[in-house]
């Protein structure tokens, strides 16, 4: 073998592990990262096809004329490869020079450049087809000339022209990062082009070739998608940790105003929870053990809530507050508020047998209106206020065990939805002698 095919084979090497290593990971769709996907299948095919056609190439100059023709093939070939290679950079630099907010003008420009480069390939193309390559020289300094390669040259040439007047046109508008290969590219066609010229035998453009597909891949935007992942994984559980504590609403008004804000809701339900005889309790099986048990029974009305349009606002030591109707706003919110609370007594007997326990609870529901919203700085929270949060809270504190009180307003609301027990006449703080009911 007369020819040094160090280079090629140091190339193609090279270029067969960047390419592993790029495909082995999920990558930013762009269209940029597109193309270079095409540009390192195209580097890696002009590399093996030059090697070859070199192999090729020296048998028949070794007397093996049953080579020629697999030569003449092979080396067409790779002049077609060759200037879809070329073809693809300029569709790399034509999509590396669109930004933002570039105008329907330039991206007009844009289509037509492409257009012109895939006239341009297909003329390429054709011309390299149809005329036979020549071969001048001897041992190892045999080279190509002829139609063919004029053309790979034509092409270069006006590739690298076309590259240079892209970039200056678009230098202040777009990022270095996006021009370094760019400029590499300009770089290696010229260098490479003198230093061939002078040391035919050394055959080195495969070599600048894969030194530009490496200068490319550590220019991608977002080259790695492992980061992106964890990025999202990690905004989807703060999302997630949002929701928990926030409503929906509420939540996705905060990711764009970050300062407080309340509105007034009319119609909006409110009710009270709480453990009853908490202290006591408390000092005869040990707060420990306590905690453990309200946080099993809270936690198992949270997943209740799934089952209704009913919104947790929080927990204030062993008392458990809901609302329906604010700020998510539907009518029959009172009717949903109270099949919660019916539902919670049920479940309150399942959890007594099921941890062999015997707690009771006390249930207060008022309706009417309420400010609700987000105040203060840091640690937000979703909470409502008023004098109709005020009185259920005193609906609950006066009730009666396992059971559900509730005002004046929410019997009216009802109707005959529910039977009702009236409750003699209380002076509930705040408010004065109020009739109160218990549903039944």
């Not at 490869?81 to 300029?90: E, H, L, N, Q, T």
Request: glycine content about 6%.
């Amino acid at each position: 073998m007369n020819y040094n095919i160090e280079f090629q084979i140091a190339s193609i090497l090279f270029v067969s592990i960047l390419m592993i290593v790029f495909f082995s990971k999920k990558r930013w769709p762009s269209a940029a990262n597109v193309v270079f996907r095409v540009i390192m299948i195209l580097t890696w095919c002009t590399l093996a096809l030059d090697i070859a056609s070199v192999i090729t190439i020296t048998e028949v100059v070794a007397g093996k004329a049953e080579y020629t023709v697999i030569n003449n093939f092979l080396s067409t070939l790779y002049l077609v490869v060759m200037a879809g290679y070329i073809a693809s950079m300029d569709v790399y630099v034509i999509v590396n020079t669109i930004y933002d907010k570039i105008s329907q003008t330039r991206m007009t420009i844009k289509y037509i450049e492409a257009t012109v480069c895939g006239i341009g390939l297909l003329i390429a193309i054709i011309v390299i087809i149809a005329n036979p390559l020549l071969y001048g020289g001897f041992g190892k300094f045999i080279y190509s000339y002829g139609i063919p390669s004029s053309t790979i040259y034509i092409f270069s040439s006006s590739s690298v022209v076309f590259v240079i007047i892209a970039m200056a046109a678009n230098f202040k508008k777009v990022p270095i990062k996006r021009l370094i290969p760019i400029i590499v590219f300009c770089v290696m066609e010229g260098t490479v082009a003198l230093i061939q010229m002078f040391f035919k035998e050394l055959l080195i453009i495969g070599m600048g070739t894969a030194a530009v597909c490496l200068v490319m891949y550590f220019c991608l935007e977002n080259p790695d998608m492992n980061m992106i992942e964890e990025l999202n994984k990690a905004n989807k559980r703060s999302r997630e940790l949002l929701l928990n504590i926030l409503p929906l609403s509420v939540a996705n008004k905060l990711e764009f105003q970050t300062k407080p804000f309340f509105s007034e809701f009319d119609d909006v339900t409110i009710m009270f929870l709480d453990i009853v005889n908490f202290t006591k309790i408390s000092a005869e099986i040990g707060e420990v053990k306590l905690v453990k048990i309200l946080n099993a029974f809270f936690g198992e009305l949270d997943d209740l809530l799934n089952n209704f349009k009913v919104e947790k606002i929080k927990t204030i030591g062993d008392a458990y507050m809901v609302s329906a109707g604010a700020p998510d706003r539907y009518s029959g919110n009172c009717a949903e508020t109270v099949r919660f609370a019916r539902q919670v007594l049920r479940h309150l007997k399942e959890f007594n047998q099921r941890y062999n326990l015997d707690l009771h609870v006390r249930i207060g529901i008022n309706n009417g209106r309420v400010v609700a919203g987000v105040i203060g700085k840091k640690k937000y929270i979703f909470d409502l206020w008023g004098s109709a949060v005020n009185l259920a809270a005193r609906l609950e504190s006066n009730g009666e065990i396992d059971a559900i009180t509730i005002s004046e307003n929410v019997k009216q609301i009802l109707g005959n939805t529910y039977e009702c027990r009236e409750l003699e006449l209380k002076d509930i703080k705040g408010f004065g002698r109020l009739q109160t009911y218990v549903l039944n």
